[in-house]
């Protein structure tokens, strides 16, 4: 089944007695990538004969890689690891929502239940998705927040499509980041955008801060995008949601909640994730919920 598969991939897959499969795609995914654990506990639950295995890809044979796999009916499609995602989004990105495209990267590719895309490959980014989902209750059923937004890298790209598409009519999104950045029709999706110098000016406004940058991350675990004075400037009603989830705690989110803020971390975001594109990518009776308790 996998024969001419493996002749363009850099590890070898052994799987065998499927039905179907789906993939991860990176330069070194079967070195430590969760998802084939996780999305395979999933599968094994609902008794399918079918497995995710992970596709080791030099960047110059991507394209080709894509190509057989569109061809491959058995092919389900899958996710898609750094540093693949704009290259992914490329070759598809005729076939994906306009949501899809402001990002211009995806994380995961699947064949349409149905219509013209039926032998074709979409995509999507559960990033933005699945961060909303921990806030999503707050977003719904609240009017008029003042929601600020920390980076536009790819995060903060997904995060704002997706908060554009669900919510801009109902909120007022602040994006902040190092560089300059310039968002088509801003001002008419209810977007403004500006340097991180400008943060002390808005802080004191804001009901919900989303830190998207990497700031905090285990491997700078004792820096934060927010000193603390600045941050004690929040009213006492804002939330704080960090989508780092390693360590599950940064610094931003020690400091907010030692001056009493209510805080947010990565964790379901990051788990939702895979649910998300699990759900995308297989025809599953199963729902969100389950699959999360079945990842876990």
């Given at each position: 089944m996998f024969s001419h598969l493996n002749e363009i991939i850099e590890n070898e897959i052994k799987e065998s007695n499927l039905d179907f499969y789906s993939v991860i795609v990176g330069t070194k995914p079967s070195v430590g990538a969760r998802s084939p654990k996780l999305w395979n506990k999933v599968y094994k639950h609902e008794g399918k004969k079918v497995r995710m295995v992970p596709l080791d890809v030099e960047e110059g044979n991507i394209e080709q890689l894509f190509n057989y796999l569109k061809q491959d009916k058995h092919c389900l499609g899958g996710a898609?690891?750094?540093?693949?995602?704009?290259?992914?989004?490329?070759?598809?990105k005729d076939n994906v929502e306009e949501e899809i495209k402001d990002i211009g990267a995806v994380n995961c590719f699947y064949r349409p239940p149905s219509g013209s895309l039926i032998d074709e490959f979409t995509g999507t980014n559960t990033d933005g998705e699945a961060a909303l989902e921990p806030i999503k209750n707050q977003l719904t059923e609240s009017?008029?927040?003042n929601i600020g937004l920390l980076g536009y890298g790819g995060a903060g790209k997904a995060i704002l499509a997706f908060l554009s598409r669900d919510f801009k009519k109902k909120h007022k999104i602040h994006i902040f980041n190092r560089s300059p950045i310039n968002i088509k029709d801003s001002k008419k999706r209810n977007l403004y955008t500006y340097s991180l110098n400008d943060l002390e000016t808005f802080l004191p406004h804001f009901d919900l801060l989303i830190n998207a940058t990497s700031v905090g991350h285990v491997e700078s675990i004792d820096i934060t995008p927010i000193p603390i004075k600045?941050?004690?400037?929040?009213?006492?009603?804002?939330?704080?949601?960090?989508i780092i989830y390693d360590p599950l705690k940064t610094t931003l989110l020690k400091n907010s909640e030692e001056i009493g803020l209510r805080t947010i971390n990565g964790l379901r975001m990051n788990l939702i994730q895979a649910v998300l594109a699990y759900c995308y990518t297989n025809h599953t009776v199963l729902a969100k919920e389950e699959i999360y308790k079945i990842m876990i």
């Amino acid at each position: 089944m996998f024969s001419h598969l493996n002749e363009i991939i850099e590890n070898e897959i052994k799987e065998s007695n499927l039905d179907f499969y789906s993939v991860i795609v990176g330069t070194k995914p079967s070195v430590g990538a969760r998802s084939p654990k996780l999305w395979n506990k999933v599968y094994k639950h609902e008794g399918k004969k079918v497995r995710m295995v992970p596709l080791d890809v030099e960047e110059g044979n991507i394209e080709q890689l894509f190509n057989y796999l569109k061809q491959d009916k058995h092919c389900l499609g899958g996710a898609v690891a750094v540093p693949f995602k704009e290259t992914v989004f490329n070759l598809i990105k005729d076939n994906v929502e306009e949501e899809i495209k402001d990002i211009g990267a995806v994380n995961c590719f699947y064949r349409p239940p149905s219509g013209s895309l039926i032998d074709e490959f979409t995509g999507t980014n559960t990033d933005g998705e699945a961060a909303l989902e921990p806030i999503k209750n707050q977003l719904t059923e609240s009017q008029n927040l003042n929601i600020g937004l920390l980076g536009y890298g790819g995060a903060g790209k997904a995060i704002l499509a997706f908060l554009s598409r669900d919510f801009k009519k109902k909120h007022k999104i602040h994006i902040f980041n190092r560089s300059p950045i310039n968002i088509k029709d801003s001002k008419k999706r209810n977007l403004y955008t500006y340097s991180l110098n400008d943060l002390e000016t808005f802080l004191p406004h804001f009901d919900l801060l989303i830190n998207a940058t990497s700031v905090g991350h285990v491997e700078s675990i004792d820096i934060t995008p927010i000193p603390i004075k600045l941050l004690a400037k929040a009213k006492n009603t804002m939330v704080v949601y960090d989508i780092i989830y390693d360590p599950l705690k940064t610094t931003l989110l020690k400091n907010s909640e030692e001056i009493g803020l209510r805080t947010i971390n990565g964790l379901r975001m990051n788990l939702i994730q895979a649910v998300l594109a699990y759900c995308y990518t297989n025809h599953t009776v199963l729902a969100k919920e389950e699959i999360y308790k079945i990842m876990i």
